[in-house]
């Protein structure tokens, strides 16, 4: 304890020493502005503490591991040195617009793109570190906060929940590396702390309302659009013609008809009967020989028989197994497909299967949801769901729960087969408007053979002590 006491003293003497020299860096190798010396802010040399109290475990471990680790490391701890350059030039700067706040942020969200970037490539055995890394870096964002209308939730909460969805990915680090290099489990650990409570603490402690701007200060213009090629704009469109004439009108005697007057003129012209032809006595219907009132058999069955039409070919959609507004895994009209496979999910997202047949799915993650719609012999094998596994509108499915599911629904469904196990044994199975469900279950054994049993889908409904008393309809063998 009291040797960090002595390292902070030391620090402190080193950045008074640095004010009292007149240099132009500060003691964290960031450039002064405007004269005034912001290191010397005591929200500025919290964010020193901070840096050195928890960047430096996740730099010590990143360096230990080597390699891609320590490169995604820098990038974070570079990211958070940016961060700390905006808090210094935010106290000598205007609130800006939206427009100039893109601008000043874009120091910051370079940073972060890249170590998205790095997140988002396939191939490295180091995807669960980059992720964390990524998705953690979010959380700087706080800076951005600028009041209840700025759709951001409040600077601790997104810190909060910022770190909220890197630790799925850091988790996984954990439990992958937990037997295999304790250096890596040291990582994510300090990674972990370097929000909570680290950058919490910090901004619950200096900024829990969000940065404050500086009234007097400089003003962030947003970056300049580009010049049009052209130099000369283009020429306005001509004002359509207007709908009445400036000229006094003539008398109607001197101008052509117009409307319906001038139809009935054109008419009451011209012999109208000039062409028709006249019907003589032979031609009338009443007077023909070679018409009867018989209706003959060739007639009937002309008439009978449909005419012939090109059948309508029903259109079948594309199939699609994707991860859409990265919350809701959308798997449709996949036919005799037996390797569909979701593996990277959170408990965030939700998995939609619709009109699939004769398909297999495995979904390797905990979700928060898992909906079967309008699915034919379909096979689904999953893990954990938060709220609820759905089937409706389903023939002939499948569905085994590897872990937990609290509430399993069936609507309107026939024929399903659901394997519990024992960690889900106590779920709420709700079913309505469906016949042949059967729920298979495991035995008392590892080695026995799984107990079925059949859902009721008959009731009866006994009126006794003013209600209705509803129980299933029990068979006995004769």
Request: aromatic share 6%.
């Amino acid at each position: 304890m009291e040797g960090k006491l002595v390292e902070r003293l030391e620090a402190a003497v080193a950045r008074l020493e640095a004010l009292a020299a007149g240099g132009g860096i500060s003691a964290r190798g960031l450039p002064d502005s405007g004269g005034d010396d912001m290191s010397s802010d005591p929200s500025i040399v919290a964010f020193d503490d901070l840096m050195d109290q928890y960047a430096a475990k996740v730099s010590g471990a990143a360096e230990k591991i080597g390699g891609q680790v320590l490169d995604v490391s820098k990038l974070l701890l570079k990211a958070f040195s940016v961060e700390k350059k905006l808090l210094m030039e935010i106290k000598q700067t205007q609130k800006p617009d939206m427009a100039g706040l893109a601008e000043f942020l874009k120091p910051l969200n370079e940073v972060i793109m890249k170590v998205n970037s790095m997140a988002e490539a396939r191939g490295s055995e180091f995807i669960n570190h980059f992720k964390s890394a990524a998705e953690s870096l979010s959380a700087l964002a706080w800076i951005a906060y600028t009041g209840k209308d700025c759709g951001m939730s409040m600077p601790i909460a997104h810190v909060e929940e910022s770190w909220q969805a890197a630790e799925f990915y850091n988790n996984k680090v954990l439990v992958e590396y937990k037997t295999k290099d304790p250096n890596h489990v040291e990582w994510a650990k300090a990674l972990k702390e370097l929000y909570l409570p680290g950058l919490r603490g910090y901004v619950k402690s200096h900024y829990p309302l969000g940065p404050v701007w500086n009234a007097s200060g400089k003003k962030v213009s947003a970056a300049p659009s580009k010049a049009p090629q052209s130099g000369a704009p283009a020429p306005p469109c001509p004002p359509p013609a207007s709908h009445f004439t400036s000229e006094p009108s003539k008398a109607s005697s001197s101008q052509p008809k117009q409307g319906m007057s001038a139809v009935f003129q054109e008419l009451s012209s011209r012999n109208v009967t000039a062409g028709l032809r006249k019907v003589t006595d032979d031609m009338k219907a009443k007077n023909r020989t070679d018409r009867t009132g018989v209706v003959s058999t060739s007639e009937k069955q002309t008439s009978s028989t449909p005419s012939t039409t090109t059948p309508t070919v029903k259109k079948v959609a594309p199939p699609k197994l994707e991860l859409q507004m990265g919350r809701k895994w959308a798997v449709e009209n996949h036919i005799g497909n037996k390797n569909l496979v979701i593996d990277d999910c959170d408990a965030k997202q939700s998995v939609y299967v619709f009109g699939c047949k004769d398909s297999v799915l495995q979904i390797q993650g905990k979700v928060n949801n898992i909906t079967l719609d309008k699915c034919t012999k379909m096979g689904v094998l999953f893990k954990d769901v938060v709220a609820a596994f759905e089937i409706v509108n389903c023939n002939g499915v499948e569905a085994q729960c590897q872990g937990s599911a609290p509430t399993i629904s069936v609507d309107n469904t026939s024929g399903a087969q659901l394997y519990l196990s024992k960690d889900s044994l106590e779920a709420a199975i709700t079913t309505a408007k469906s016949i042949d469900i059967n729920v298979l279950v495991p035995g008392a054994t590892s080695d026995a053979d799984w107990a079925e049993h059949p859902l009721p889908q008959q009731y009866i409904h006994v009126h006794k002590n003013g209600q209705f008393e509803t129980s299933p309809v029990s068979h006995s063998g004769a």
